[in-house]
C-alpha cells in the first residue's frame, strides 16, 4: 500500500501527517514550530516528516505553506513568518531526501481544493473559496481544475481592486478587497471612526479585534454593526466580480471573520444581488461555510499530493 505525507505549514507550527490511500484520517501526526526567531525549520520539517515516514510506504508529499510562492518549481518565493526561506527550493529539496515526488501550493489554493474534494464543495466542479481572517486568501476551482495559473498566482482574490483610493493593503497597494473586509482591516475602520468621534460601547479598548465588535454588533452597538456592513458590502462588490470571471455554483467562507455569521453575510448577500451584472448569477447559487476548519491546509496537501503524485 503506497501512502502520501502531507504537510500544512502555518504561522507558529507545521503540521505533518501521513495517509493511507482513500483515506482522510492520518495513521500518524507530527507537529513542529515554525517560529521565526527560531530558525533550522527545514530541517526540523524534515525531521517531523521522517517521524511519520516510517509508518508507511510513502509514494509522495503534499505542502501547504503560505506564499508567496511558485508551485510550478516548488519554489517558496518569501513567507513572512519564516525569513530564512528566501526562493527557497522546498520540494527540491524534500525529493532529493526522501526520494519520491513533492508538490507544493498556497495555503488559501489548498483549502479550496480540500473544500472541493472532502468538504463544503463536493459536487461542485466551479468553486469560489474565500478564506477571511487576517487577510484574505481565494481558491478556485473551475470546470474541474485547480486553478494555479501561469506563474501560480493565479486565484489572489484578496487582492483584487475595489477602490484604488481605498485603505491601505497588507500588500502595500490601496483599496484591496482585503484592505476593506479582513479582521483588522474591520478593526482599523472601528478605531479609525473612535478617532473621528464616532460614540461606540468599544471606546476606551486597548487592542480592538474583529471578534470584540462582533459581540458589541450582537450586544446592538452601532458602529460595531456599521463595521460589519461596509465589510459586508465591499466584499459583495468584490464577490460579484467573481462571479463575472469565473461563474461559479457554489461559495465558500472559510476564516474566522467569517464565523461572524448574519452581521456580515446579510450586507453581503444583499450587496452581491446589487452588484452582479446578471441574476442569473445567482440562480441555485449555493453559499455555505467551509467545512473542514483547522484540516483544510493539510487535507488539500493531501489532495494535491494525490492529484499530481504517481
Ligand atoms: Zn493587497
Redesign the pocket.
Known amino acids: 500500500m503506497s501512502h502520501t505525507v502531507a504537510v500544512d505549514i502555518g504561522g507558529t507550527h507545521i503540521r505533518v501527517a501521513l495517509y493511507e490511500p482513500d483515506s482522510v484520517t492520518p495513521i500518524a501526526h507530527q507537529r513542529t514550530r515554525s517560529l521565526a526567531n527560531e530558525p533550522g525549520v527545514y530541517d526540523r520539517l524534515e525531521k517531523a516528516i521522517e517521524s511519520v515516514w516510517k509508518n508507511g510506504h510513502v509514494r509522495a508529499i503534499g505542502i501547504a505553506s503560505p506564499g508567496p510562492l511558485d508551485p510550478h518549481t516548488g519554489t517558496i518565493l518569501a513567507t513572512p513568518n519564516i525569513p530564512e526561506w528566501q526562493n527557497f527550493p522546498l520540494t527540491a529539496r524534500l525529493s532529493e531526501h526522501f526520494n519520491v515526488p513533492a508538490f507544493l501550493d498556497n495555503d488559501a489554493n489548498m483549502a479550496g481544493l480540500a473544500e472541493w474534494q472532502f468538504g463544503a464543495g463536493r459536487g461542485h466542479e466551479n468553486i469560489v473559496y474565500l478564506t477571511i481572517s487576517t487577510?484574505i486568501g481565494g481558491g478556485v476551482i473551475t470546470q474541474g481544475c485547480l486553478l494555479q495559473g501561469f506563474r501560480g498566482m493565479g486565484a489572489?482574490l484578496?487582492?483584487m481592486t475595489i477602490d484604488p483610493n481605498g485603505p491601505l493593503?497588507?500588500?502595500?497597494?490601496r483599496g484591496?478587497?482585503?484592505?476593506f473586509s479582513s479582521g483588522p482591516s474591520i478593526a482599523r475602520y472601528v478605531k479609525e471612526e473612535l478617532l473621528a468621534g464616532k460614540r461606540s460601547s468599544l471606546q476606551g479598548e486597548a487592542e480592538i479585534t474583529a471578534a470584540q465588535i462582533a459581540d458589541a454588533a450582537r450586544a446592538g452597538d452601532a458602529l460595531a454593526i456599521s463595521a460589519f456592513e461596509r465589510a459586508g458590502y465591499y466584499l459583495g462588490i468584490a464577490v460579484a466580480n467573481f462571479l463575472a470571471i469565473f461563474d461559479p455554483s457554489v461559495l465558500i467562507f472559510g476564516g474566522g471573520v467569517s464565523q461572524v455569521g448574519d452581521l456580515l453575510f446579510k450586507p453581503f448577500e444583499e450587496s452581491l444581488r446589487k452588484h452582479t451584472f446578471h441574476p442569473h448569477y445567482l440562480d441555485n447559487l449555493v453559499i455555505t461555510r467551509a467545512a473542514l476548519g483547522d484540516d483544510a491546509g493539510l487535507l488539500g496537501a493531501l489532495a494535491l499530493a494525490r492529484m499530481k503524485g504517481p
Request: overall charge negative.
Open positions: 487577510g489572489e484578496g487582492h493593503c497588507g500588500c502595500g497597494q484591496h478587497i482585503e484592505s
